[in-house]
């Protein structure tokens, strides 16, 4: 069961990084990746390097007690959920990065549970004090990346009509 979680995050990836993949063709990427649909809305840059690092705090600190192996530590506060985002636009080469090492911490994390614990591994959402199961736990992971994956193709469309 683990593993049809893991090849739905690889497909979900795939998305993601095409999206990337259409910035980095840009004229003007950084451009691009600082666009915001609207005053107060999350630019493109965010909603993309905010998958990677939520997937690094759920593989270092919220599924498993491992901070020293983070690799964004110093920037979870400007990408982590319920954060403000800044003018600081990161580059496609800086957003591939953190998407990249996000994803290989959580395999790395997922990679010490078994089937047998999907429902009985149970941690506290800090943020929303509420206990969840490994196995809602991956589910909001898989859907979270699709649900931003979209923001930011959706963004990148009204960028290029706008």
Do not use: C, Y
């Not at 649909?37 to 705090?57: C, N, P």
């Not at 599924?63 to 319920?82: N, S, T, Y």
């Not at 549970?113 to 591994?121: E, G, I, V």
């Not at 490994?134 to 469309?157: D, P, V």
């Amino acid at each position: 069961m683990i593993t049809s979680f893991i090849q739905a995050f690889e497909f979900n990836r795939t998305r993601t990084l095409g999206t990337l993949d259409q910035i980095a063709a840009l004229a003007d990427p950084q451009k691009a990746l600082g666009w915001r649909a609207g005053e107060g809305r999350a630019h493109i840059g965010w909603q993309l390097a905010h998958i990677g690092i939520t997937e690094e705090l759920f593989g270092v600190d919220r599924l498993a007690k491992r901070h020293e192996d983070a690799r964004h530590q110093a920037i979870w506060d400007r990408f982590r959920g319920g954060s403000t985002p800044d003018d600081d636009i990161l580059t496609v080469a800086e957003i591939r990065e953190i998407l990249e090492d996000g994803r290989n911490i959580m395999l790395d994390t997922l990679g010490r549970f078994t089937n047998d614990q999907l429902d009985s591994f149970v941690w506290v959402h800090p943020r929303l004090e509420k206990e969840l199961t490994l196995r809602t736990t991956l589910s909001i992971i898989n859907w979270h990346e699709a649900h931003h994956q979209g923001q930011a193709h959706f963004t990148l469309n009204l960028f290029n009509n706008s």
